[in-house]
Each structure stands twice: as C-alpha cells, then as structure tokens.
C-alpha cells in the first residue's frame, strides 16, 4: 500500500521551486540585445555532452558493484535502469529518492539481480558517489578562496575519515541487523505499515536481507574503478556547467563557477524540492554574479544549464522509461 504525499508538502515544493526559477527567469527580461552575446552553439553542445557523459558514467559506477556482487546485469540494461531512475528521483515531488531507489531495485530485480544485490548496489553508489563529492568540497572551496587551505585539507580528512567509519559499521552484519530490527519495531507501531506482511513476519525477510547484504565483499580494483567514475562524473557534470557559462558569457569566472555549482549541489542534496528546484537555481545565479558575471548572462546561463542537466536528461530518462516499459510489456513470441 503506499501513501500520497502530504498537499502542503506538494505546495510547499511547487512554491519553492517556482520561487528560484522565477528570479532567474526575472533576470533574463533584463537582457537586451546589446548586453549579451548570442549563446555559443559549440559550448551548447559540450554542455549536453558532459552532461550526458556524467550521467553514463553513473551508470559504470553501479555497474561495476552489481557485477562485483555477482549479478551480470548486461551494461546498456544497467544504463536504461539509470536513465529512467535518474528521471524519477529529479521531478517526482517530495519523494523522489525514495521512489527512484525502489524503480532501481525493482527494475534490476526483474532483470535477473537478486534482492539483496540490487537495494545493496544502487544504495552504495549513491553513498560513495556523495562521499565522493563531501570529500572534494572542502578542497574546491579552498581553491575558490571561500576557505584557507589548513582548514580545507583537515575537513576533507575528517569527511573521508567519517565514510570509512559509516561503511566499516555498514559492513558488519551486528550493526546492520540491530538497524533493520530497530526500523521492524518502529514498523509495527505505526498505523500505515504495520499490518504489512514485511512488518509482521517472524522470521523477518527485512533482517534476513540486511544480514545477506553484510556479506557483500568486492575486490579492491572494483572499489578503485567505482570511485574513479564517481570523480570522473562529478567532473563532467562541472564541466557541463562551465560550458554553459561559456557558452553565454564573455569570460569564464572559474571560482564563481565552482562555488555556483556546490550550491547547486547542495541544494540537490537537500531534497527540500525535486532536484532542488528554486534553491539551486537561486545560489547558482547568486555565485556567478558574486563573481563578476552580468546579471543576463548569469541567468542565462542558469536556465541552460538546469534546461540541460535537469529538465533534458528528465525527460530523456522518462521516455527510456516508457520505452523499457513497453518492450517488458510487449509479450514474447513463441
């Protein structure tokens, strides 16, 4: 059974996200023909294929733990699966995460994976692809100035050191199985899911996963190969934005560009509305504008890139989506 989500939750979202669009839509009717260029079409187009390239290499990422774990999922499978996840968890309001994960397991599960293997793979490329980038920041923003660079070193120590002591605890069974117990007993209390077979079978399947999930141990090359696409699609993501600052402006600004595309990060992070509609489009306009960027070109730029990274691989996500959907559905010949 599932639940919709709270109205005030759905308007709360729209409202925030109509809020930050709106002031980047406000300044584009400040620009005239004389304050900004016309918009580079060769940037465009790098713009689109780093973004593209960034999202693919998510793919690798979750690719190489499903075939670490044992489950050959086929590559391309393992993209449309991406594609179509990335699109639900970007525009499906207040919980996109969440539903985006379970399309994941879901989809991956009626492609050969088991269970424990598919919620195991796409939760660890998510957590190592954020650890990834909570690594990073302290030393970006060193780099923009934002932070001296003693500071930086030792909080990106500090962070690396917190996701290895999150995944140590993670990989042993006593830990994993105390957590699954606990979320079964806060389970049975409430009145939505405790009746739910889940909830109530003994022994639990909830218990018996998080104790097989424990047992995953991949070799050291994949783990270096999954982060090394982790890094290389944070990089193509920022490379995507820079193209579009490119593509709009005269001159590339790279700390502003940094700082902008953290906040747009952040934001996302957040999940305070789908892809952080409002607030990311908000801090990204402000960074780039802080950093020397007319305020046209600081919007147009913002409209592409979201138009790129947020609304265009939606979309093309979602007619993945329908795609692999139809072709599941199509019956097979005899």
């Not at 005239?32 to 998510?58: K, M």
């Not at 397991?105 to 190592?128: E, M």
């Not at 780039?288 to 691989?313: D, N, Q």
Request: net charge positive.
């Amino acid at each position: 059974m599932t639940t919709r989500p709270p109205k005030l939750r759905l308007v709360l979202d729209l409202v925030l996200a109509a809020v930050g669009i709106g002031i980047a839509v406000w300044r584009l009717g400040t620009v005239t023909h004389v304050e900004v260029r016309p918009v580079a079409v060769p940037w465009v187009l790098a713009a689109i294929a780093g973004a593209v390239i960034s999202l693919v290499l998510y793919g690798e990422l979750h690719r190489r733990l499903l075939w670490g774990a044992g489950a050959r999922v086929p590559g391309r499978t393992v993209q449309a699966v991406n594609f179509a996840g990335n699109a639900i968890a970007q525009t499906v309001p207040s919980a996109g995460t969440t539903v985006g994960l379970a399309y994941l397991v879901a989809s991956l599960r009626a492609r050969g994976a088991g269970t424990a293997v598919a919620l195991w793979s796409s939760t660890v490329a998510a957590l190592l692809s954020a650890a990834v980038l909570v690594v990073f920041a302290p030393l970006v923003s060193a780099g923009t100035g934002f932070l001296s660079w003693r500071a930086a070193v030792a909080l990106a120590v500090l962070m690396a050191g917190l996701s290895v002591l999150v995944w140590r605890l993670l990989r042993k069974p006593s830990a994993l199985h105390g957590i699954a117990r606990h979320i079964v007993a806060l389970a049975r209390h409430l009145p939505v899911v405790r009746r739910q077979d889940w909830a109530t079978a003994d022994p639990n399947p909830l218990e018996t996963l998080a104790e097989r999930v424990a047992g995953f141990r991949l070799r050291r090359r994949t783990w270096a190969a999954a982060t090394s696409c982790a890094v290389a699609s944070w990089g193509a993501d920022f490379l995507a934005l820079a193209a579009c600052v490119a593509a709009t402006a005269d001159r590339l600004p790279w700390p502003a560009v940094a700082v902008g595309y953290l906040a747009v990060q952040a934001s996302i992070g957040l999940q305070l509305t789908p892809a952080g509609a409002g607030a990311a489009e908000a801090g990204l306009l402000a960074a780039l504008t802080a950093g020397g960027l007319g305020a046209p070109e600081a919007a147009f730029a913002v409209v592409l890139y979201r138009a790129i990274t947020w609304i265009g691989l939606s979309a093309a996500g979602w007619v993945v989506f329908a795609v692999t959907g139809a072709l599941l559905r199509r019956p097979k010949a005899a």
